[in-house]
């Protein structure tokens, strides 16, 4: 009986990772391929490999545990797995939320790239930018970011990091000085807005002025990845130019504060 139920149990784990493998795949027949079913489909196939052949495959864990090096890689790559699942299951979880409860106050609206088949956008993005154009409709006066790939990923990507340490930080340090020069640091506009109107506020926005942020630091080396300009000594310049605002910034302080 115990075996018949571990036999049952065995095929409808293989048919569920079999069904998740085509839950990825369905999509290309409407000739949406990304990396988000790519990733869906490979995870799936391997899943699927692991549960057919787990014989062969827990003896080769058995004898990589055998070894002191062997049980530290493996700890590590299950403790990876398992804050990446946990990770991904967060993130779902907080998604269907703010879906089933978006915010009832208008907020920006960010239209996440896709694919773009010559000057046609596929149907994903088709759809995005369809509930985008709907929502501003309703709300005309709320801006709009239209990400893709390149400089405009960077940017978004660096905001939204810098919001979430926002929300993880503490308030306390959150409403600092070091703090805002910590968002400037990653996104110009972010750190800019949280300085404080005073002397070391005014210092701090010159020196991050000259910075321009890693932001802008990731488009430079974006664009210059297509030209034969070397970007060897970009960072260097601007962290000297970061110097050299704080310096010529010094002289304008009894003028503006006194």
């Not at 801006?143 to 503490?170: D, N, W």
């Not at 703090?179 to 020196?207: H, K, Y």
């Amino acid at each position: 009986m115990t075996l018949s139920i571990r036999t049952l149990l065995y095929d409808v784990l293989l048919l569920l990772e079999l069904g998740l493998f085509f839950l990825f795949f369905a999509p290309l027949f409407l000739r949406i391929f990304n990396a988000g079913n790519l990733f869906g489909m490979a995870v799936s196939a391997i899943c699927f490999l692991l549960t057919l052949f787990h014989r062969p495959f827990g003896q080769l864990l058995s004898r990589i545990w055998g070894n002191l090096c062997g049980k530290c890689v493996l700890s590590i790559l299950a403790l990876l797995l398992t804050a990446g699942i946990a990770f991904a299951g967060f993130c779902s979880v907080k998604m269907v939320q703010y879906y089933q409860n978006p915010p009832q106050t208008p907020c920006t609206v960010v239209v996440l790239g896709c694919k773009v088949k010559g000057t046609v956008p596929s149907l994903m993005l088709q759809r995005r930018l369809e509930a985008a154009k709907d929502y501003l409709q309703q709300h005309p006066d709320i801006p709009c970011i239209v990400s893709g790939k390149g400089m405009s990923a960077f940017v978004v990507f660096f905001t939204v990091l810098a919001r979430l340490l926002l929300h993880f930080l503490p308030e306390a340090f959150a409403s600092s000085l070091p703090c805002a020069l910590l968002l400037g640091f990653l996104e110009l506009t972010s750190g800019v807005l949280s300085l404080p109107c005073s002397r070391a506020g005014f210092l701090a926005c010159a020196a991050l002025l000259g910075w321009g942020g890693m932001s802008v630091h990731f488009q430079t080396r974006s664009m210059l990845a297509a030209s034969p300009l070397s970007a060897r000594y970009y960072l260097k310049g601007k962290a000297l130019q970061a110097l050299l605002s704080l310096l010529l910034a010094l002289p304008a302080l009894p003028f503006l504060f006194p």
